[in-house]
């Protein structure tokens, strides 16, 4: 698969393309924000790092964020079992990873620019609000929902009502999650950046809208696709 950069292309401009690129760059300490108007090659030879392994790792996180076939026909003709474990590996771990590498950026954010922007600090406490519930929620859901929905599919759970009132319940805690995804949207002006925002302050409202739509892609296939199956 090609690349849509190469060893030219300035560093702020792959980032700006990919966001999930800056913890490529994070790691190899290759500064994106302030720094981040120079090619990748210069960038490379600055931090006397191997411009092909750095290539490699920029080509893998690349590959990586090419879309899942999300097609609706394709889910609503999938099996439960199936259905699961694609949630499971392609939001759950990709929700997951995305909360860890996004939480120092908010933070760094609202600490930095918090006084001039105090609508960051209302972020901030947002979307720490939002990466708890969502941890506990899908590992609720892995751990006691999700093999509840297999037993149904498979006409073997023991206790048909106490499923269906734990679907129930998580379909109430994606309405919580939607409205605090609602409320970052709105305290940001639909994630509208100042003239003074940095590459950083950039970068979260990037991953922020980015993390939205992941989730509601999530949530969609529960909501209007497996859990229907199983409650009227």
């Not at 990919?18 to 300490?29: E, G, H, I, Y």
Request: proline share 4%; hydrophobic share 40%.
């Amino acid at each position: 698969m090609s690349i849509p950069f190469t060893s030219d292309t300035l560093v702020k401009d792959i980032v700006n393309e990919l966001p999930k690129t800056s913890d490529v760059f994070k790691k190899n300490r290759i500064d994106f924000c302030c720094g981040g108007n120079i090619p990748l090659s210069q960038a490379a030879a600055q931090n006397n790092l191997n411009m092909d392994n750095l290539i490699e790792e920029l080509k893998e996180v690349y590959e990586k964020s090419e879309p899942a076939d999300t097609d609706i026909e394709v889910w609503t003709n999938s099996d439960s079992n199936t259905i699961i474990d694609h949630v499971i590996a392609g939001y759950h771990r990709v929700t997951e990873d995305e909360l860890t590498q996004l939480s120092p950026y908010v933070t760094k954010v609202s600490r930095v620019h918090g006084d001039n922007h105090p609508e960051l600090l209302k972020v901030n406490e947002l979307f720490y609000e939002f990466k708890k519930e969502m941890i506990e929620h899908m590992a609720k859901e892995e751990e006691i929902v999700f093999p509840l929905i297999r037993q149904l599919a498979n006409n073997t759970a023991p206790n048909r009502e106490k499923a269906i009132a734990m679907i129930v319940e998580l379909e109430k805690e994606h309405d919580h999650a939607g409205e605090i995804l609602r409320q970052i949207r709105a305290v940001t002006a639909d994630f509208e950046l100042p003239l003074d925002a940095c590459g950083t302050y950039r970068l979260v409202y990037k991953r922020l809208e980015d993390l939205e739509g992941l989730t509601f892609m999530h949530v969609h296939l529960e909501n209007n696709i497996l859990f229907p199956r199983y409650i009227d």
